[in-house]
T-cell receptor, first 112, second 110 residues
Framework: DVKVTQSSRYLVKRTGEKVFLECVQD?????MFWYRQDPGLGLRLIYF???????EKGDIPEGYSVSREKKERFSLILESASTNQTSMYLC???????????FGPGTRLLVL | KQEVTQIPAALSVPEGENLVLNCSFT??????LQWFRQDPGKGLTSLLL?????REQTSGRLNASLDKSSGRSTLYIAASQPGDSATYLC?????????FGTGTRLKVLA
């Protein structure tokens, strides 16, 4: 079974802090994704990566950056956290494009 | 710009009922459509993936259909059970990106 893990289930941070969210998949998937999920807005794509060191902006990349130094690990970075980044963050991976996406359990981030 | 809509937003049914969840999308140029289940506070679990060349997919009590020309997909759940209570999301895929609907929150009453 594919397993996607996220480093934290819950995080509380202060405004202005640098925040790292990590995601690891164990099935040698090419593609990895970061989404945020907000009530009434659904899931929105922040960034995705189709190979090591490759990244593409999604629909809402402002205020975020990503890093993929190894195939199995995809990190989301909030350079200076703000209250409007309080959200549920979901990581996903897929073997190749147009294939099933597998999701991690999510990280609920609260920025105070 | 692709938009994905799921109606109704919430649904309550008695146990044992067959039910249909709807998903509509505005741009028929899609590669595939995927249905997910999400339990409260959890990540998404993939239920069914329909490629654009397919009309339907089945898994156990679940059947998903796809009509690209009309921009619609349905998820049929047979003989619903309380354990089916969750939010169901559809997502349409094109290249690397998926666009998600906001989901239908299903409650199956025992």
């Amino acid at each position: 079974d594919v397993k996607v893990t996220q480093s934290s289930r819950y995080l509380v941070k202060r405004t202005g802090e640098k925040v790292f969210l990590e995601c690891v998949q164990d099935m040698d998937h090419e593609n990895m994704f970061w989404y945020r999920q907000d009530p009434g807005l659904g899931l929105r794509l922040i960034y995705f990566s189709y190979d090591v060191k490759m990244k593409e902006k999604g629909d809402i990349p402002e205020g975020y950056s990503v890093s993929r130094e190894k195939k199995e690990r995809f990190s989301l970075i909030l350079e200076s956290a703000s209250t409007n980044q309080t959200s549920m963050y979901l990581c996903a991976s897929s073997l190749v494009s147009q294939e099933t996406q597998y999701f991690g359990p999510g990280t609920r981030l609260l920025v105070l | 710009k692709q938009e994905v809509t799921q109606i109704p937003a919430a649904l309550s049914v008695p146990e044992g009922e067959n039910l249909v969840l709807n998903c509509s999308f505005t741009d028929s140029a899609i590669y595939n459509l995927q249905w997910f289940r999400q339990d409260p506070g959890k990540g998404l679990t993939s239920l069914l993936l329909i490629q654009s060349s397919q009309r339907e997919q089945t898994s156990g009590r679940l059947n998903a259909s796809l009509d690209k020309s009309s921009g619609r997909s349905t998820l049929y759940i047979a003989a619903s059970q309380p354990g089916d209570s969750a939010t169901y999301l559809c997502a349409v895929g094109r290249t690397y990106k998926y666009i998600f609907g906001t989901g239908t929150r299903l409650k199956v009453l025992a």
